[in-house]
């Protein structure tokens, strides 16, 4: 019986990326099902395109954010980033009466990636932790934009329309019992962003050092690699992303706010997490992170289907996250004992 | 002078509290051979990470292909042809062994884009090349040491060295494929590269070297063609004195057996294993590996459960489940898989050493004593002359050899009933041994039933006072305290794990 579970363990460990991947969608299926069996309306176009709509800007920095956890590293500055490139985007925009789509992207991720070299910098000299430097580098980017810059509030009024129309764009339409629906232009850049990523991680030699360096830095150096150059890329990347991101979400919300989405990096995080990739680095998949973001958005949003109140979002978030914590873990313990180190 | 493709002169690196490298001055010729001797810590793996260039030497400088370099980059070593097999393997955990042993070679191509078909074809060449059969599609994390090192050598074989560094390269590795790679060697050499070899194993160092240099305290005592040298003189070149390894009688006069073994099975792993060891034992066993004494060992640990037989255990039929029962029972594994393993890096050796005492040394309010802590491994590091500037450096920094001396000081310190030893002189100098020896006679004498497992026919001859055979996961012949001592106990063992090694050994 025990060797018959510890074959099924290894093969299972064998293909364990594949494994976390299928459990997720097994999950978001399962749970698709049974949301729709309580509320029938679920099932319907406009739902679907409703959770892409509400997702695709955590994919976009999701993407960035599976880069940097590959490392070995993590970015929790990415929102104060997304935020500042795009602020100072639309509000650049705004004194200088530019209405360009083109103008506010190029500002913004040319900001973004800045900040994210910044970064790369802080924790290559300081030489601490980057949940640290990056705690630090999040309230550092607001607060020099509300300091320095403005901390004004555009609304819908002043908003460029080139963002707006952005905003509100679909790529195509169809005609529904409730009404004419539409796929949010964002699945463009959330496209763009996903496939970029997916080449660069499997086959770019810089997507394979930076993976490399999330297994063994000291190997990755002896392999030739230069990990200041690994990290700058890393962090860059996720700094662009993030500045996508940030441009992308004014033109959704169709304002410009001084203080919002900074403070909702975890739930990013914690998708990242619960679709594989691992906090200490050098695993995890550009799938498993769509999937992760998936199942906590498709919560997010179906839970009136339930009839359930949002408080319980961060239940199940919660105890996803835990879950997969927990068999991540479990199985590292169970891999210790086997090679003879008791941790506990 | 132009044949020569290394010349390091008066090389110094020091590290905190150690000088590990004392103006050393080393040429290596073209297509020559070299080994490196010398005690655990004595400087050879730092040696050959500064002309790697992982270390940047405090002095001295190296002429690779008639260039001098004062900072050596290691990319630039790698330019200069220069690949190493590290000590540690240097291997990715959850790559591919394909990727790990492809990646390195792309890397120094100036690539920027992957071709998996040929991370693949890479891969696959030299598997075959060295004519072994690894799952190339499993991460090195989930292989074994032996595979591992495996994968460490393609990789540096993969690509086009003219100097290759070799550190300790046989470790891990079964007798056969200590066999195939020293061919290996050899055809390298005859196409003209240069290869330095470091290794423990004083059979290996004369079958294939041309040139030995000894290092001791960092110092290098003197280059050596190999015909000027034998096993003593290098032994006591290497040590400063002459080593001699303690014979083992047992004296004690309770024959109870402390351990009786009947009938135990598990498919594929070993088959009808009975015995029994009393305290005072040091009983050998012996088997090329994959004869399945490694599964064995840790059926009795609680790590591979038996599915058949009966286990006795001071007179009392247990189960050992799980290692925290084996360790409840007074039963401790000096596991045989522990390149990297077995110690906490960044912790301090008295910290390694004392882990498996935590339940012990913990009194009534669960604090740990402190004081006894660090007089255990202060025990330790005397005994097995583990050397380090203190008990408190971390294990991580320590040479290869010392910190396999920790992992032996950790399982002793737990004092137990039944000590199963895998291989535990693997990597480590022979002057250390000796003293590995003492200190598992000592044991033995004070009332401790020791099962000795190892490929050495010398260590078994000298420590052991009775002997199984294993072969083909099964016991092939028992040699109790009588035939021990007949004067052809040794040859009749050779010829027995001679006459099993017939099988071929899967990784
Ligand atoms: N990174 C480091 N930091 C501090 N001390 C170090 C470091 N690397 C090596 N040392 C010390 O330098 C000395 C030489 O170590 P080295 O690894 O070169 O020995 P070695 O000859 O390869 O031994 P072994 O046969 O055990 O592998 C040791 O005392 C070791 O503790
Ligand atoms: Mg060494």
């Known amino acids: 019986m025990r060797d018959l579970m510890g074959d099924l363990t290894g093969r299972i460990r064998h293909r364990r990326v594949n494994a976390t991947e299928g459990i997720l969608a097994g999950i978001i299926l399962l749970y698709c099902v049974m949301v729709a069996a309580v509320n029938p309306a679920f099932l319907s176009v406009e739902t679907l395109f409703d959770i892409v709509r509400s997702s695709s800007t955590a994919v976009i920095v999701g993407m960035g954010l599976l880069l940097v956890m590959l490392s070995g590293g993590i970015d929790v500055s990415f929102m104060s980033i997304a935020l500042f490139g795009s602020y100072v985007a639309a509000y650049a925009m705004i004194r200088l009466k530019i209405d360009s789509l083109a103008f506010a992207f190029a500002v913004s991720i040319g900001l973004g990636t800045i900040l994210g070299l910044v970064n790369a910098l802080l924790v290559n000299w300081l030489n601490l932790p980057p949940f640290i430097v990056t705690l630090g580098t999040q309230n550092l980017f607001h607060g020099v934009m509300t300091t320095f810059i403005s901390d004004k509030t555009f609304g819908a009024g002043v908003i460029p329309s080139a963002l707006s129309k952005f905003g509100s764009a679909t790529l195509f339409t169809l005609k529904t019992r409730q009404g004419v629906m539409g796929l949010t232009a964002a699945v463009i850049p959330m496209s763009i962003a996903v496939l970029l990523t997916w080449f660069i991680v499997s086959h770019t030699l810089v997507g394979r050092g930076v993976v490399a360096m999330g297994n063994s830095p000291e190997s990755a150096r002896r392999a030739g690699f230069n990990l200041l150059k690994l990290r700058l890329f890393a962090y860059g990347y996720i700094g662009a992303l993030s500045a996508v991101m940030g441009v992308v979400y004014i033109s959704q919300v169709n304002a410009v706010y001084p203080n919002k989405l900074v403070g909702s990096e975890l739930m990013i995080i914690a998708g990242a997490v619960i679709g594989g990739v691992k906090d200490t680095g050098g695993r995890g998949k550009v799938l498993g992170v769509i999937l992760g973001i998936t199942i906590i958005y498709l919560l ?26 927990g068999v991540t873990s479990w199985q590292n313990r169970r891999k210790n004992r086997k090679n003879l180190l008791f941790t506990e | 002078m132009s044949n020569l493709v290394l010349q390091a002169r008066a090389l110094s690196k020091k590290f905190v509290g150690v000088q590990a490298l004392d103006k050393v001055s080393l040429g290596i010729e073209t297509g020559t051979i070299h080994c490196l001797a010398g005690e655990n810590g004595s400087g050879k793996s730092t040696f050959v990470k500064t002309i790697s260039g992982l270390y940047q030497p405090d002095e001295g400088d190296i002429l690779l292909n008639g260039n001098v370099y004062t900072g050596l980059t290691p990319v630039q070593a790698m330019r200069e042809g220069v690949q190493v097999i590290y000590q540690d393997l240097s291997l990715f955990p959850h790559m591919s062994l394909a990727e790990n042993i492809a990646l390195n070679r792309l890397r120094l191509s100036g690539a920027k884009i992957v071709d998996w078909k040929k991370i693949w074809r890479i891969a696959k060449e030299q598997t075959e090349k060295i004519g072994v059969d690894i799952d190339l599609n499993a991460t090195a994390m989930e292989t074994s040491m032996a595979g591992r090192q495996i994968t460490a050598i393609c990789r540096a074989l993969s690509q086009d060295a003219k100097l290759l560094f070799m550190d300790e390269p046989t470790a891990a590795l079964t007798r056969q494929e200590v066999d195939r790679l020293l061919k290996v060697v050899q055809e390298l050499k005859n196409k003209g590269l240069s290869v330095v070899f470091i290794s423990h194993k004083l059979d290996e160092i004369f079958r294939i070297s041309d040139n030995i240099t000894i290092f001791r305290d960092g110092k290098k005592i003197g280059d050596f063609a190999s015909g000027q040298l034998d096993e003593k003189s290098l032994a006591y070149h290497m040590t400063g004195r002459d080593v001699r390894y303690p014979r083992y009688r047992r004296s004690l006069g309770d024959d109870t057996p ?43 640990f609680g790590l591979n459960p038996p599915e058949e037989g009966v286990v006795v255990f001071e007179g009392e039929t247990v189960r050992v489940a799980s290692p925290v029962e084996a360790n409840r029972l007074g039963i401790a594994l000096l596991p045989e898989d522990r390149g990297s393993q077995g110690l906490f890096k960044e912790r301090g050796i008295r910290e390694n050493v004392t882990s498996t005492l935590l339940g012990r040394l913990a009194s009534g309010f669960r604090a740990l004593d402190r004081e006894k802590e660090r007089e255990i491994a202060e025990e330790g590091v005397k005994k097995l002359r583990i050397r380090a500037p203190g008990i408190e450096t971390p294990v991580g920094t320590l040479s290869g050899g010392n910190a396999q001396k920790v992992v032996v000081a950790k399982w002793s310190a737990a004092n137990p009933k039944l000590f199963i030893m895998d291989s535990p002189t693997v990597g480590i100098d022979i002057g250390s041994k000796a003293e590995i020896y003492e200190m598992v006679q000592s044991f033995a004498r004070g009332g401790m039933a020791v099962l000795f497992i190892t490929d050495e026919l010398e260590e078994l001859m000298c420590n052991c006072n009775r002997v199984l055979v294993m072969g083909n996961h099964r016991i092939i012949a028992e040699l109790d305290e009588n035939a021990m001592t007949q004067s052809d106990a040794e040859r009749r063992i050779a010829d027995l794990i001679g006459g099993s090694a017939g099988k071929e050994v899967e990784v």
Not at chain 2, 273 to 280: A, E, K, T, Y
């Open chain 1, 300 to 325: 997010n949003s179906t839970l009136i289907f339930l009839g359930l109140s949002s408080s319980w979002n961060n239940f199940f978030v919660g105890t996803l996250l835990v879950a997969s914590v």
């Open chain 2, 258 to 300: 402390l351990l009786q073994v009947k009938g135990l099975n598990k498919q594929g792993h070993y088959q009808d294993v009975s015995f029994q060891i009393r305290p005072g034992d040091i009983l050998g066993l012996i088997g090329l590996l994959g004869s399945g004494r490694t599964e064995f060992a840790l059926s009795l």
